[in-house]
Structure formats: structure tokens, C-alpha cells
């Protein structure tokens, strides 16, 4: 039986589009965390690795029972920190690993200025990102990160999935949530700005913010992976051109509810 790592967490939650995988992959490249395998999608600017891990928390999931199915396990005497992107919902024990330190959670608050982009983004990484590419086995049947959203939905079956019933389902997406809802956490959490993250020198920022360091390579390393971050304003898909500016979107300040 392997034995499990000891160690602290670090979550990293936002609205849709806000780039926590991006924020969590970063940190997973510091030398007292554990490395996230992080890497961009050059064609959609989507993050994606090991941080991934705590999405798999839900509604009332033994935060203890999923780290364990990936080896590890939160111990007070951890040497090592895994940072991971989480959809906000409420977990057993959670209130208390963060009173003991175990656990750490920072939200990603959007400026208003700036929801057409995290919009945009949200609906690009998710849905036109490739499949084969970021899973890496080119025997999946899925070819399309929105092909796994049709299936789930019940729209069509794997086999019966065609360029036509993506473009269609992609567009429905589009016109849907044009006026974004705040995200509220039911636990105690760290608030960051996304205008002071996504900029160059926006690891100094999150450093200060966490209470934590990183040399200076670290932060030449977020600045260069924040450019191949962004999605293109612009992207060719199954024979249509998409353009985020074909789609504006609502405003709303997206600051959480509870425990701010």
C-alpha cells in the first residue's frame, strides 16, 4: 500500500472563467507545493493538471475520503502545500480545517469591468477546448470538451454528436447567463482581485496576499504564461467563426455573499 503524502491545501475558487486553474497551477510550480503538471492549451488559453483535484469536492464530500483516492492526506506537519481550483459549495469539516490551518481558501472577486472577459473565457475554455488534447488519449470518444457537456445534458449521444449539434449547443451557451449572479461562499475565505492578479506582476499581488514567497523566476514565469492565458477574441470551430464581441454581456459585481 503507498503511503500518503502529508499535506496543507490551498483552494482556489471564482466565478466561471476566472482563471483559478490558472492561479492554482501557478502555485503548484513553487517549491514547498506539490506540482500541479501545469500546462496552457495554446489554443484556447485553458489551464490544466494535478490542481484539478478538488473539483471533484461536492456538496457534503469528505474533503479526507477524495484526498485520499489521490494519496494524499492533511496533516498539521505537512512540509508540502497542494493548491487546487474548487467550485464553491459546502463541505464537511471544511469550517474546521480552516480554523486549524490545514486548509486555505482564496476567492477570485471580478471587477466589473472586466465580466464580459471572464464570460467569454468561461464559455471558450470550457466548451471549444480539444478533448485528445487535454486528456492526452486519442482513443477517447469525446473529441470536444462540449462533448461531454451534450452527453451530460441528455442532448445527444456520443455517436450521434456532429459539427452541427456543437455549433448549435455552443451557441445556446452563449445567449445563456448574459447577466452574471455573484458566487457565494458558505466558508470562510481570502478575498483577490482578478484586475490585480491578471496583470504583469500579478504574483507579487497573490505572494502578498497568501503570506507566502517565490524567487524571482517564479514571477517571470507568471508573466509569461499569463499571455498564452487569454483567450483569443477571436476562434474558428466547426466551420463558424466565433467572436466575442457578438456577445456582450450583462454587468454585475461578482464579489461573494458570505464570510467576506
Excluded at 469525446?142 to 451557441?171: M, P, Y
Aim: charged share 20%; aromatic share 10%.
Amino acid at each position: 500500500m503507498l503511503r500518503k503524502t502529508p499535506i496543507k491545501l490551498v483552494m482556489v475558487s471564482g466565478q466561471p472563467g476566472s482563471r483559478v486553474d490558472f492561479v492554482a497551477g501557478w502555485l503548484g510550480t513553487l517549491p514547498d507545493f506539490v506540482n500541479n503538471f501545469w500546462y496552457i492549451n495554446p489554443e484556447t488559453g485553458q489551464s490544466n493538471g494535478r490542481m484539478r483535484v478538488t473539483k471533484k469536492f461536492r456538496n457534503n464530500t469528505d474533503i479526507d475520503e477524495v484526498l485520499s483516492t489521490y494519496e494524499y492526506r492533511l496533516s498539521p506537519a505537512a512540509q508540502l502545500t497542494l493548491a487546487g481550483a474548487w467550485h464553491p459549495c459546502k463541505l464537511e469539516k471544511l469550517d474546521s480545517y480552516i480554523d486549524s490551518g490545514l486548509v486555505n481558501i482564496c476567492h477570485i472577486s471580478v471587477e466589473p469591468e472586466h465580466v464580459a472577459k471572464v464570460f467569454w473565457e468561461n464559455r471558450v475554455k470550457t466548451l471549444l477546448s480539444s478533448w485528445t488534447a487535454t486528456m492526452g488519449q486519442k482513443q477517447q470518444s469525446l473529441h470536444w470538451d462540449i462533448d461531454q457537456v451534450i452527453v451530460r445534458d441528455g442532448i445527444a449521444k456520443i455517436e450521434d454528436i456532429t459539427d452541427q449539434t456543437r455549433s448549435e449547443f455552443f451557441e445556446s451557451q452563449l445567449k445563456r447567463n448574459r447577466v452574471l449572479v455573484p458566487t457565494a461562499l458558505p466558508h470562510p475565505h481570502l478575498i483577490i482581485s482578478y484586475k490585480e492578479l491578471f496583470q504583469p506582476g500579478g504574483s507579487y499581488y497573490l505572494c502578498n496576499k497568501l503570506g507566502i514567497a517565490a524567487g524571482q523566476q517564479y514571477h517571470k514565469f507568471w508573466d509569461l504564461m499569463l499571455q498564452a492565458a487569454d483567450s483569443p477574441h477571436e476562434i474558428t470551430v466547426w466551420g463558424r467563426t466565433w467572436r466575442q464581441q457578438d456577445w456582450p454581456v450583462g454587468s454585475c459585481v461578482m464579489t461573494p455573499e458570505l464570510h467576506s
